[in-house]
């Protein structure tokens, strides 16, 4: 597997998904869920919230990057 490297720092970039529940957030690869999504759960699996989107009507997890010193994420998209 191919180190990412972050566009603006050069930093290595963390591999996750991005998640919806109510609310948005990339969860680091390898990590579940947490059963509360309170701000002290998500903290410690590594989560990180987005601005909640309520349009989506079926869960889909996208594939993502992160760049923590540059407090960047970048989602892939299929077409």
């Not at 919230?49 to 889909?60: D, G, W």
Request: charged share 15%; with cysteine; glycine share 8%.
């Amino acid at each position: 597997m191919t180190t990412q490297t972050c566009p603006y720092c050069g930093n290595p970039l963390e591999e996750g998904t991005l998640r919806s529940r109510g609310g948005n957030f990339y969860l680091p690869a390898g990590e579940s869920v947490p059963i509360l999504y309170s701000k002290q759960a998500m903290n410690k699996k590594g989560a990180i919230r987005l601005a909640p989107n309520f349009l989506s009507l079926a869960p889909q997890w996208p594939h993502a990057y992160v760049c923590r010193n540059c407090k960047i994420i970048i989602i892939l998209y299929e077409d």
